[in-house]
């Protein structure tokens, strides 16, 4: 069975940091192209971040910009999300998504497996 288990979300104040985690039962762990998303209700799933299979490749969303970072470490099946300078726009369910065509998407339907999310709440 796929699994994908997001981790590290949680409360931080405005200008903060956190570090969020994907591990995934997927195989090959190396060969999916992976990438986060994030939510709020009555709104769709916002493209955050993706990172090739490889992880040479990266796309951003256009909000995260400069402020985000994604990368990955295949040798223990787990991609992250390095975000800093957190603001209150910010705040959302987080997931973790893979998928194994050739090209990084920055559409949601173009993902296979998905993670259950994780809550992030920045309070200004």
């Known amino acids: 069975q796929v699994q994908l288990v997001e981790s590290g979300g949680g409360s931080v104040q405005a200008g903060g940091s956190l570090r969020l985690a994907c591990t995934g039962s997927?195989?090959?762990?190396?060969?999916?192209?992976l990438g986060w998303f994030r939510q709020i209700p009555g709104k769709e799933r916002e493209f955050v971040a993706a990172?090739?299979?490889?992880?040479?490749?990266?796309d951003y969303g256009d909000s995260v910009k400069g402020r985000f970072t994604i990368s990955r470490d295949n040798t223990k099946k787990t991609f992250y999300l390095q975000m800093n300078s957190l603001n209150a726009e910010d705040t959302a369910v987080y997931f973790c998504?893979?998928?194994?065509?050739?090209?990084?998407?920055?559409?949601?339907?173009?993902?296979?497996?998905w993670g259950q999310g994780t809550q992030v709440t920045v309070s200004s």
């Open positions: 998504a893979a998928n194994q065509a050739g090209s990084l998407f920055t559409t949601a339907s173009r993902y296979d497996y």
């Open positions: 990172i090739s299979w490889g992880g040479k490749i990266k």
């Open positions: 997927i195989r090959p762990f190396s060969r999916f192209n």
